[in-house]
């Protein structure tokens, strides 16, 4: 598909710092940032955004925790290619004693990406899979209460930092979770789906009326389209639809996932690929239904799965990109180290060395889609024509810098140097 509905050829009028028209001036125009989210995982950097010499311990796991020696290296790797952050806000390992939760050193982290420039999304306000062990034997009335005040307490103490969250996480299966028992599940199965979801939104929108709340599921089947369609029939504000790609059991390919995104695209909401995995080692085996039962004690990265993933990657990016429905893609996970399940799914080795397929990725965000520092001229009307991705650019002369952000109803600018 072509990614021409994200370009723009912009008209923007240059004034001088005293805003006088900069006419026949030489220029030099380029790219800063992306409108489009290109994100990660950010769960490998709380421990560098918190100062701590070793990773710290979590009380579950939390799906990434690559070892402290590499951190400076990945952290130029990752800012170099995202633009959006997640991090994690699962219940057992953000509260393992009920009232302790761990507040301040998420925000540290959060803070140290915002400082960095990257947005950034908390992920999840409501989920059953690690829910905290001390909530399992609550009356459901008291679960639905604590569920409640945990929201409210995290998205109005991140508000500013975290505006975006993941509000509840896998409800279609929620109700009838049956690996282990779980608060979250039995107030599931007590109130309903469309309730649990309406609980989630009402208290984050309360807490926050301008974040943007994503309903998020790795169930892409008609049972989600379904509970979509019953929730908002109950009036609950979505803001996006996430849409969950682990794919450790092979690439999908082209036609399978754009035929899957139309059908959520009839809701006429924004789609974010949430989680997006592709392996560059031996392929899980086709028959595991759940992804969490395959664990083996090496999965390593081989020189024929990293060809595969770095082709994978560009056509995946490609053709989702190329979908007027989706405005996000996050991929789970920057490094091998301390990856989910173990799998060989990053886009740089173990050993902090990037794969094949961070650089064909690069030459995606920051080749193919960027406009890099490009020498222009004013015209007599002291006029430039840019063409380029849907962002932010810098226009420079003499030392000045002139910010313009340019993409769709954003055609026409006025760029003034400071």
Not at 167 to 175: F, K, L, R, S, T
């Amino acid at each position: 598909m072509s990614v021409d509905h994200r370009r723009v050829t912009a008209q923007v009028t240059v004034l001088d710092s005293f805003g006088n028209p900069a006419r026949n001036a030489d220029v030099t125009v380029e790219q800063l940032s992306h409108d489009f989210t290109f994100g990660n995982i950010g769960f490998d950097f709380i421990p560098l955004a918190n100062g701590e010499t070793e990773q710290a311990a979590a009380a579950e796991p939390v799906f990434g925790g690559a070892g402290s020696a590499g951190l400076p290296e990945l952290e130029t790797m990752w800012l170099d290619l995202f633009n959006t952050a997640t991090l994690p806000f699962y219940w057992r390992g953000f509260e393992p004693t009920r009232g302790k939760p761990d507040t301040r050193r998420l925000l540290r982290a959060a803070s140290w990406f915002a400082e960095r420039g990257v947005a950034v999304k908390g992920h999840p306000l409501t989920w059953h899979t690690l829910a905290p062990e001390w909530l399992t034997g609550l009356p459901v009335a008291e679960i639905e209460r604590l569920q409640r005040e945990r929201i409210r307490r995290e998205v109005t103490g991140f508000s500013g930092v975290i505006d975006s969250w993941d509000a509840i996480n896998e409800v279609v299966i929620m109700p009838v979770f049956t690996a282990e028992e779980n608060g979250i599940t039995r107030l599931a199965r007590s109130i309903g789906r469309v309730p649990m979801i309406q609980l989630a939104f009402e208290e984050a929108r309360a807490s926050n009326p301008s974040a943007t709340l994503v309903l998020n599921d790795f169930d892409l089947s008609s049972d989600y389209e379904a509970l979509i369609e019953g929730a908002l029939e109950a009036g609950i504000a979505v803001d996006a639809i996430g849409l969950q790609t682990h794919m450790h059991q092979g690439y999908w390919g082209e036609e399978t996932m754009l035929a899957m995104v139309d059908r959520f695209a009839r809701f006429g909401l924004p789609l974010h690929l949430t989680e997006t995995t592709l392996l560059s080692g031996d392929l899980m085996p086709p028959g595991i239904v759940d992804l969490n039962d395959y664990q083996i004690p090496s999965w390593p990265s081989t020189p024929e799965g990293e060809g595969r993933q770095a082709d994978e990657v560009v056509r995946h990016y490609r053709s989702l990109v190329g979908h007027p429905a989706v405005q996000a893609i996050t991929y789970w996970g920057l490094t091998d180290d301390g990856a989910w399940l173990g799998a060989p799914g990053g886009l740089v080795r173990a050993d902090g060395t990037p794969k094949p397929s961070f650089h064909a990725l690069r030459s995606l965000i920051k080749g193919e889609w960027w406009l890099p520092g490009t020498t222009m001229r004013t015209d007599h009307d002291a006029r430039l024509t840019i063409t380029g991705f849907f962002g932010d650019y810098v226009i420079k002369r003499d030392g000045q810098s002139a910010p313009v952000s340019l993409g769709r109803g954003r055609e026409t600018a006025t760029a003034r140097f400071r």
